[in-house]
């Protein structure tokens, strides 16, 4: 037999089963008897037959309304951000080690999550991730109605039904301000995200808040994108002000090496001797010696790991309770920030 041919057809003839247990046994968390699954798969072996992922996921619902479709959508902004290039290699790899295949979109912003979801729910996904964005009201019921479980990576909504796991962005905040603070600054300025992006604005919330416990006012505050440029350029209009900032918190580490580019090659500033200089997120590039930078670190691993083993209890158990998990950052300091007052 050609083995260009083979069908699932013929693995159910070679096995002596239906084509739905062909089916099922492809299917992680399908209903099968150990048996029937051994047999089936030592015939699809003997035959040479690989099944079509997508196809078998397009079609699985249409066969058994409780058979799942091995996919979960993983929605993700800002891709070439390496906090979540890392993030992406980190959930493919655990939602894999689960037994389901991920199904990856990307969009340039947060009004797209919804189309985003539409396209992802013609695959018949068995559960989606939503990274750094939320979406709509109606998108949320949608999700529920179709059983459709939904995990907010790094971003929470305290008003949808939907999973969450996030840093605590403002105590996160407020740790930089501290560390800041300690070391005598008061000529502080803040690098965040677009006017509505809500993870920069509770980082920014916190660290005002702890600033202005100790009588300190923000002196200035930047807009970027959380792209290398924005960091770089928001350094330049910083020190073009006649009252320079004496420190800089940056709401992602990507804009901070933005800032330290602009600083060190085109105003011939040193970090740590004419100002500190402190990230979020703790990438990789963080800690390369040319960088030195000081940051509050997110511990991905374990919130990749919540985050997966919750969705998949949850597409197991589509009545467990909606769960949102926090997680505390850590200052890991460097050479970018002095640390004693003057």
């Avoid at 996904?125 to 990576?153: F, H």
């Avoid at 999973?163 to 600054?185: C, K, P, T, Y």
């Avoid at 997110?298 to 985050?307: F, L």
Wanted: net charge negative.
């Amino acid at each position: 037999m050609n083995k260009k041919s083979i069908t699932s057809y013929d693995v159910a003839k070679a096995a002596g089963v239906s084509q739905s247990a062909v089916s099922r046994a492809f299917s992680p968390g399908a209903s099968i008897a150990k048996a029937t699954r051994d047999r089936v798969l030592q015939a699809a072996s003997d035959l040479g037959y690989q099944p079509n992922a997508i196809a078998r996921s397009m079609s699985s619902a249409r066969i058994e309304t409780q058979q799942k479709s091995g996919m979960v959508g993983v929605v993700v902004t800002r891709l070439q951000d390496p906090f979540f290039s890392r993030t992406i290699a980190g959930l493919s790899q655990n939602i894999q080690a689960r037994g389901w295949q991920m199904l990856l979109f990307t969009v340039e912003s947060e009004s797209e999550v919804d189309a985003a979801m539409n396209s992802l729910m013609q695959y018949k996904i068995d559960g989606a991730i939503i990274m750094s964005a939320i979406l709509s009201d109606q998108m949320a019921e949608t999700c529920q109605l179709r059983g459709i479980p939904v995990m907010l990576y790094n971003r929470s909504a305290d008003g949808l039904n939907v999973n969450s796991v996030q840093i605590d962005n403002v105590e996160g905040g407020r740790l930089a301000a501290e560390f800041l603070l300690e070391a005598g600054h008061e000529r502080i300025a803040f690098v965040g995200g677009e006017e509505d992006d809500e993870t920069s604005k509770a980082r920014e919330s916190g660290f005002v808040d702890r600033l202005s416990e100790d009588g300190i006012k923000l002196l200035f505050h930047e807009e970027g994108n959380y792209t290398f440029e924005s960091g770089r350029e928001a350094a330049l209009r910083l020190f073009s002000r006649n009252q320079r900032p004496d420190a800089i918190f940056c709401a992602s580490d990507v804009m901070a090496l933005g800032v330290l580019h602009a600083a060190r090659y085109e105003l011939g500033l040193e970090v740590q001797k004419d100002f500190s200089l402190l990230g979020f997120d703790d990438i990789p590039e963080a800690s390369w010696p040319g960088h030195s930078l000081t940051t509050i670190r997110q511990p991905i691993r374990r919130m990749i790991v919540e985050a997966v083993d919750v969705l998949v209890e949850n597409m197991q158990d589509p009545e467990m309770l909606t769960r949102r998990t926090s997680f505390a950052g850590k200052l890991i300091l460097r050479g970018s920030c002095r640390r004693t007052v003057l």
